[in-house]
């Protein structure tokens, strides 16, 4: 009985879960389903419910990646951090311009005006 419970232990240290295999992976959570459902990653079903992921598995995913990025290095111009900011819509420009330039464009509206006035008077 011992036996068949070490054999247990055993057995479950060998597979991870998600958090697990992400943290050895050195990737988020949500890329790693990502790449589960791309199926570049090879995952176990436990009981038909829990995806579970072999520690072996990982570590030769984390191999493989590791001699593609030595082997075949990708050369950009730039830099290769994937910028999150999307580019500001015209209508976002025109608010930006307005908020920092109110002041200027206001007193000149009023410089414009007092002109007017003082022109038509004579």
């Known amino acids: 009985m011992d036996s ?7 057995e479950e240290e060998r597979y ?7 943290e050895l992976l050195d990737v988020s959570e949500d890329d ?3 790449l589960v459902h791309k199926h570049q990653v ?7 419910a ?3 992921f072999k520690k072996e598995d990982i570590e030769q995913v984390k191999i493989k990646w590791r001699i593609e990025r030595e082997l075949f290095p990708k ?3 730039y830099f290769p951090h994937q910028s999150t900011v999307r580019k500001a819509s015209f ?3 025109v608010a930006d311009t307005w908020y920092f330039n109110d002041f200027y464009v206001l007193c000149s509206l009023l410089i414009l005006v ?3 006035f003082i022109v038509s008077s004579q």
Request: aromatic content about 12%; proline content about 3%; cysteine-free.
């Open 50 to 52: 829990f995806l579970r």
């Open 42 to 48: 090879p995952t176990h079903q436990i009981a038909g």
């Open 114 to 116: 007092l002109l007017y």
């Open 75 to 77: 050369h950009t111009r």
């Open 4 to 10: 068949q419970r070490q054999d247990h232990v055993i």
């Open 16 to 22: 991870l879960n998600v958090h697990e295999a992400s």
């Open 32 to 34: 790693l389903w990502e």
């Open 91 to 93: 209508f976002e420009k």
